[in-house]
């Protein structure tokens, strides 16, 4: 408002001069009276001049304190690295010998892992079972199926099982699995426990060979076998079981199978469904250069 009350003096010193000056001028010459217009509309343009809006105050910011002047450290939002589940190594056991007719089949066969089931610590490589004088058994009512959780396999990777059946009537089998049962991605390799065994492979929803193990070799109840499954390298799959009071009475089967198979690991599962009991007596984990 300082501004406006000095406007407002200036004007009426300049009225009061201009008011003397003309009455002493009003009358020698035209030039006079245009002087007087000009200073008159110069003064009373100054009265045109709107006050001036009056300025806020300035806020005064708050500074940060010595400890909170040092510059933020920015977090990346990047995604985490995610580092890939390895499968854990098992030891060879060297003061076990595989079986002589896995040696046929397989190149540079040896012993991973080995289970007689002689007590009920097992148990914790298996999802299901119990075990009963030292043979883990499975009984339809009770299991529907039991997969071995110590590891899942990878080519290269295979199991011996030793087992006998009671009734060996086509409702039970020994399969590596993968992916997710009756969808496209489902992946199984096994073998039905029959008088004359026979191979079950499904590749999505459907089973794409059943076909005979070929031999001479029909499984009877109450009799104990030995299977050998295996994963061979460039999709390629072995089973072959045997009498083990004569290794010559054998059936097997082989098949290389395509890309579809490529690059997957593995569950062996053990499955029953109708009625049956199938008992283990001893169970390997093997690993091996390739199929014969």
């Known amino acids: 408002?300082?501004?406006?009350?000095?406007?407002?003096?200036?004007?009426?010193?300049?009225?009061?001069?201009?008011?003397?000056?003309?009455?002493g001028m009003k009358k020698t010459s035209s030039v006079v009276s245009l002087?007087?217009?000009f200073l008159t509309a110069l003064v009373n343009g100054?009265?045109?001049?709107?006050?001036p809006t009056p300025i806020p105050p300035t806020s005064t910011p708050t500074l940060l304190s010595p400890a909170n002047t040092s510059v933020p450290t920015v977090t990346s939002t990047s995604l985490p690295t995610v580092t890939p589940t390895i499968l854990p190594t098992l030891t060879v056991t060297p003061t076990i010998e595989p079986p002589v007719i896995a040696k046929e089949f397989l190149q540079d066969v040896k012993i991973l892992f080995y289970d007689s089931f002689d007590n009920n610590s097992s148990?914790?490589?298996?999802?299901?079972?119990?075990?009963v004088d030292g043979i883990?058994?499975?009984?339809w009512?009770?299991?529907?199926?039991?997969?071995?959780?110590?590891?899942?396999?990878?080519?290269?990777?295979?199991?011996?099982?030793?087992?006998?059946?009671?009734n060996a009537s086509d409702v039970s089998g020994f399969s590596f699995d993968n992916g997710v049962y009756q969808t496209e991605s489902d992946r199984g390799f096994g073998i039905m426990n029959t008088t004359h065994p026979h191979v079950g492979i499904a590749q999505g929803p459907e089973?794409?060979?059943?076909?005979?193990?070929?031999?001479?070799?029909?499984?009877?109840?109450?009799?104990?076998?030995?299977?050998l499954m295996a994963i061979g390298?460039?999709?390629?799959?072995?089973?072959?079981?045997?009498?083990?009071?004569?290794?010559?009475?054998?059936?097997?089967?082989?098949?290389?199978?395509?890309?579809?198979?490529?690059?997957?690991?593995?569950?062996?599962?053990?499955v029953i469904w109708g009625e049956e009991t199938i008992s283990i007596d001893d169970f390997y984990q093997i690993s091996f250069e390739d199929i014969q």
């Open 1 to 23: 408002m300082g501004l406006w009350k000095e406007s407002k003096a200036i004007k009426l010193s300049l009225q009061k001069f201009i008011c003397e000056a003309v009455e």
């Open 35 to 37: 002087a007087f217009i």
């Open 46 to 51: 100054c009265l045109l001049v709107s006050p």
């Open 123 to 131: 148990l914790d490589n298996w999802t299901q079972g119990s075990v």
């Open 136 to 139: 883990l058994e499975l009984k």
């Open 141 to 166: 009512g009770e299991i529907t199926n039991m997969t071995y959780k110590r590891q899942r396999l990878i080519p290269g990777d295979g199991v011996i099982v030793k087992f006998k059946l009671q």
């Open 207 to 227: 089973v794409i060979d059943h076909s005979h193990l070929r031999g001479n070799l029909s499984l009877k109840t109450d009799t104990w076998y030995n299977i």
């Open 233 to 270: 390298k460039n999709e390629k799959f072995l089973a072959v079981i045997w009498d083990p009071t004569d290794e010559s009475r054998r059936v097997f089967y082989d098949i290389k199978l395509g890309e579809k198979w490529a690059d997957k690991t593995w569950a062996f599962d053990i």
